[in-house]
């Protein structure tokens, strides 16, 4: 079995400051570990992954997230928000090897004010 | 050019009609996937097909059937639709359905609303 706990449903930030979105991650197996964004209204779009390789993973936009298997947490980072940034982020789990299943978080609202 | 492609976007209908959903992708992929976003964004897998075989179904009620008529396409039909089919409905794909955290590509979304 795998989860993902998103801890936060709302986060605001002042653009400009650093954003931090927490996911802890729980699974039977080796997982891949992912964080997808969702703009309004947009589908989904892959930030960065983790497939058991470097553990901090560096994706786009200046996003990146760090991999501590002993914590099982997955955190999204940015140094600097940007209102573009407002969004709505998942952290998504699969199994490695395991038919590609993704089991997603409950999703993180990302608002960035002036 | 659209690699995940979706269509109708909106879609509005009366309960107890049936409604088809369609999904294409030009990215060569092998694997494909239905997924559904309720009302609270959370996303749930309901089916992925491999080449056009089915390998993922979750407990969706037998009124949603997938149809994969080449790997490319991967349509959903809903029958005897109900409120809370109400969602948003996503395709994605993947190169492959093993593969070591292989990326999933979604299209843009189905908003399904049922009257």
């Known amino acids: ?114 | 050019d659209t690699a995940v492609s979706q269509t109708p976007k909106y879609l509005v209908t009366q309960m107890g009609n049936d409604k088809s959903i369609k999904c294409e992708q030009n990215l060569g992929h092998d694997t494909m996937y239905w997924y559904k976003q309720d009302s609270k964004k959370f996303l749930k897998i309901m089916f992925s097909y491999n080449n056009k075989e089915l390998i993922i179904n979750e407990t969706v009620p037998n009124r949603f059937s997938p149809k994969s008529p080449d790997k490319a396409h991967l349509n959903l039909h809903i029958n005897s639709l109900e409120l809370g089919d109400s969602a948003v409905y996503f395709c994605a794909s993947s190169l492959r359905t093993s593969g070591n955290g292989d990326e999933q590509f979604f299209g843009p979304g189905t908003r399904l609303t049922v009257l």
Not at chain 1, 3 to 16: K, R
Not at chain 1, 57 to 78: D, Q, R
């Open chain 1, 1 to 114: 079995a795998q989860s993902v706990t998103q801890l936060d449903s709302h986060v605001s930030v002042s653009e400009g400051t650093p954003v931090l979105l927490r996911c802890n991650y729980s699974s039977s197996y080796s997982p891949s570990l992912f964080w997808y964004v969702q703009h309004p209204n947009k589908g989904l779009q892959l930030l960065l992954k983790y497939t058991s390789a470097a553990t901090l993973v560096k994706g786009i936009n200046g996003f990146e997230a760090e991999f501590k298997k002993s914590e099982t947490s997955f955190h999204l980072t940015k140094p600097s928000a940007h209102m573009s940034d407002a969004a709505e982020y998942f952290c998504v789990v699969s199994r490695t090897g395991g038919g590609n299943k993704l089991t997603f978080g409950t999703g993180t609202q990302l608002k960035v004010e002036l």
